[in-house]
């Protein structure tokens, strides 16, 4: 079965604090995406990762990509309140090119 | 470009009724997708189509219905409506790059109530 688990599920943090999301996957894959959604908002693309390796920087968001562990992981630096919301990554299968296996989702909340 | 447009926003249903939710988008995407979200939940696959009059079924089609006549729409017939079905519904597009297919753009989503 194709899983992709992120951890942990819920986040609260303090501002100014670090912190990294962890999105695990069951499959061969080497297309990772990761995603926004403010409360009650659409899903707004963040970071395409197409390769072992890849790693991609905006603001004070980081994402990585490591293939042969079938991990990703999105690192905030610094942490500020406009940065609350949730946080999905998805997958695409190697045998597929249409789909993407989605993540539960890490609903991070920030405190002033 | 609008993008991807989804319409209605909000929509309240009696048990047994019948809806068609719309999508269209204007970025000549080849690859639609329709997907539900319960709750503090993650986004559950419905149908999919990879091109006009291709479509398919994704992880929780029953219940649901779609049709892909052109490339630009591709509506989500909803047919007896259950209690089961309320959710926010959101369309997405996405086009296959030499590496394969590119992040999904998403429309603003339809809130149901199934009642």
């Known amino acids: 079965e194709l899983k992709v688990e992120q951890n942990p599920l819920f986040l609260s943090m303090q501002e100014g604090k670090n912190y990294t999301i962890y999105c695990n996957y069951s499959t061969t894959s080497d297309r990772l995406y990761w995603y926004r959604q403010d409360p009650g908002k659409s899903l707004e693309s963040l970071f395409v990762?197409?390769?072992n390796g890849a790693v991609k920087q905006e603001g004070r968001l980081m994402a990585s990509l490591d293939t042969k562990a079938r991990l990703s992981t999105l690192h905030i630096t610094a942490a500020v309140h406009d940065l609350s919301a949730t946080y999905f990554c998805?997958?695409?299968?190697?045998?597929?090119?249409?789909?993407?296996?989605w993540g539960a989702g890490t609903k991070l909340i920030i405190k002033p | 470009n609008a993008g991807v447009t989804q319409t209605p926003k909000f929509r309240i249903l009696k048990i047994g009724q019948s809806m068609t939710l719309q999508c269209t988008q204007d970025m000549n995407h080849n690859y639609m997708y329709w997907y539900r979200q319960d709750p503090g939940m993650g986004l559950k696959l419905i149908y999919y189509s990879v091109g006009a009059g291709i479509t398919d079924k994704g992880e929780v089609p029953n219940g649901y219905n779609v049709s892909r006549s052109t490339t630009e729409d591709f509506p989500l017939r909803l047919e007896l409506a259950a209690p089961s079905q309320t959710s926010v519904y959101f369309c997405?597009?996405?086009?296959?790059?030499?590496?394969?297919?590119?992040?999904?753009?998403f429309g603003p989503g339809t809130r149901l109530t199934v009642l």
């Open positions: 990762l197409l390769s």
């Open positions: 998805a997958v695409v299968p190697m045998d597929s090119n249409y789909q993407l296996i």
């Open positions: 997405a597009s996405s086009y296959r790059s030499r590496r394969g297919i590119v992040e999904q753009f």
